[in-house]
């Protein structure tokens, strides 16, 4: 009962663009949690309890992939032991693992410590937001929400309690606001240099969103562009063959197809690279655990 798979996991690619598409809303969940102990994140099972609890559930029935940080990152358990590759794929993905708290479902595992974590409270803002060509906006509430809420250990007896302050707290906090209450020294991180590299982020992040849904739209209207010159390009061909055929009644003759089928090609343009390396378990081994 641990999170690990027998099968190699998956990597998907996840961009700025992939977030603001919504491509992985509906099939990738992201789990927010707290590590109970330094060196094992639940010692005692809740966690996956309450993962495989929702996975059954009808709001987690269309998931497909899951990503968790303590089985799709490669940890350095027990210490000293990760390759330098797997060291090198842990800082990128470090670097990317906000897209996934904007651009997937999201379940937040809560206990009674997870509002005093720079991490969770960090995704949990994230999980109540959504992508909008003017920035982020709150998402609690809307057409939009995505992120489901299970009280575990200690919190569960009082899971109303517990949820309504969380939300309360986040749902409506701009990118601002957020960055202030999180760079408060009471919001306490095991790496110090993982707060410092964040902070900055989370200012920036309206007009990161706001660039994405740029770069999209003239990814669009390239696309547009293309198939129009292809389209084009095809009409100019077949003109002649439509001239003759006219003439051809003009003067009774029997008109003879040439024998060729017009096809458009619509053209994608290359577009910015994906982001690399975040790899997710398929669901089916977690639900088999």
């Known amino acids: 009962d641990d999170y690990t798979t027998d099968e190699p996991l998956v990597e998907v690619a996840l961009d700025y663009a992939d977030v603001v ?16 102990q330094p060196d094992d994140p639940d010692p005692d099972g809740e966690q996956l309890k309450a993962l495989k609890s929702f996975l059954n559930s009808p709001a987690g029935e269309k998931i497909e992939r899951v990503w968790i940080d303590s089985a799709c990152m490669p940890q350095d358990q027990p210490k000293g032991s990760r390759s330098a590759e797997d060291a090198a794929a842990f800082k990128r993905m470090l670097k990317e693992v906000n897209r996934l708290y904007l651009g997937t479902t999201v379940l937040i595992l809560l206990d009674m410590s997870y509002v005093s974590r720079f991490w969770t409270q960090f995704e949990s803002w994230l999980a109540m937001q959504f992508a909008m060509p003017d920035g982020l906006k709150p998402a609690v509430g809307t057409k939009n929400e995505r992120h489901h809420i299970v009280c575990i250990q200690n919190a569960a007896s009082q899971a109303t309690l517990y949820t309504t302050a969380l939300v309360d707290n986040w749902a409506d906090q701009t990118p601002q606001q957020a960055h202030a209450f ?90 910015s690279a994906p982001a690399r390396g975040l790899r997710l378990a398929p669901t089916r081994h977690i639900a088999d655990l």
């Open 21 to 36: 598409k919504g491509t992985h809303i509906e099939t990738t969940l992201a789990v927010s949690h707290r590590w109970m």
């Open 182 to 271: 999180l760079s408060k020294p009471d919001v306490t991180v095991t790496n110090q240099s993982d707060k410092e590299a964040q902070l900055p982020k989370i200012k920036a992040l309206d007009a990161t969103v706001q660039g994405a849904f740029g770069e999209l739209a003239q990814q669009l209207e390239d696309e547009l562009t293309a198939s129009k010159a292809a389209a084009a390009h095809a009409d100019a061909e077949l003109t002649p063959w439509e001239t003759l055929n006219e003439r051809r009644r003009a003067r009774g003759t029997e008109v003879l197809s040439l024998g060729r089928v017009w096809r458009l090609r619509f053209f994608r343009p290359s577009g």
